[in-house]
């Protein structure tokens, strides 16, 4: 069967982001463009590709099973472009990573990584931890939690309990449990992670005042400012400990998950990604603490 390849191209970016408009902005065409290419693919093929609701599209049961195949045969084709256009060998490999692994664990060993591998050209997308890996395109993607993200294979990678911290000026303030109770506590969008401190510590929760931040990074920074007290991921913040930008306010830690290496079910494992697996696996054994 002869499929249309603006018909294909038309579904992969409607696809992507379950929206008409969006694909035609990308495209560079009318919406009506985008839904007709795709209407006249859906005939061709006898089978409804989308489900159009008020508020953008959903992908069928068929449609999820095309997508992922159409993604990796547009993505094989552009990354032999490139290869054909640079001349040399080079294989794309596109990550989504939580914003606190990506800036204080994979960062400052990328470069271990090119030296290693100088034919994968590794594409960084940061995210808040929310991640749709069905729409989003990437080949796999570093989150943190608890492993259990429906359709999608998980591979652990860190185990990091939250610990608290705060400005190493607060030492002395926070040695008495009464100095708990007068100090704002940072809070992240978990809003369980401070109840079951306090439950691990043995103490009464006391009323929340601090403010809420979005990622690790922004409560560690905050609570370097002297803003507050924030529970962080230990392994990953203790250089701001060596460096004296932090300090331990508490011994508790509490398990709330772990970082995982996640990628779609359906999604197949291009050389790229085994090849990074095997490095980020190697590497994450090597700086283990003790």
Not at 76 to 93: I, S
Not at 97 to 122: G, K, N, Q, T, Y
Not at 181 to 189: D, F, G
Not at 206 to 219: A, H, I
Request: hydrophobic share 45%; charged share 20%.
């Amino acid at each position: 069967m002869n499929l249309p390849l603006h018909g294909l191209k038309a579904f992969e970016s409607a696809a992507r982001h379950l929206s008409f408009a969006r694909a035609a902005e990308e495209l560079c065409v009318t919406p009506a463009a985008v839904s007709q290419q795709v209407r006249q693919l859906e005939e061709r093929l006898g089978v409804a590709l989308f489900r159009r609701l008020p508020r953008g599209l959903a992908l069928t049961d068929e449609g999820h099973r095309l997508w992922p195949v159409v993604l990796r045969c547009f993505g094989e084709l552009q990354d032999e472009v490139a290869r054909l256009k640079d001349g040399a060998p080079k294989h794309v490999l596109t990550l989504g990573v939580v914003s606190s692994f990506a800036v204080l664990w994979l960062m400052p060993r990328l470069a271990d990584f090119h030296a290693r591998h100088p034919d994968i050209e590794l594409r960084l997308l940061g995210h808040h931890n929310r991640v749709d890996l069905a729409t989003e395109g990437w080949d796999a993607a570093i989150r943190f939690g608890m492993g259990a993200w429906h359709g999608t294979e998980v591979t652990p990678l860190m185990r990091t309990p939250l610990r608290p911290m705060a400005h190493p000026d607060w030492q002395a303030r926070l040695s008495d449990p009464a100095g708990w109770a007068e100090v704002p506590l940072l809070r992240s969008y978990r809003v369980e992670e401070w109840p079951r401190w306090h439950e691990a510590v043995g103490w009464t929760m006391p009323k929340v005042t601090g403010p809420v931040l979005d990622t690790s990074l922004g409560l560690a920074e905050a609570a370097a400012q002297g803003l507050g007290v924030a529970l962080l991921p230990e392994r990953l913040f203790q250089p701001w400990v060596d460096q004296g930008r932090l300090s331990w306010a508490h011994p508790t830690v509490i398990e709330t998950g772990h970082y995982w290496l996640c990628r779609w079910h359906s999604k197949p494992v291009s050389p790229a990604l085994a090849q990074f697996k095997s490095w980020l696996m190697t590497a994450l054994s090597d700086s283990a603490p003790g």
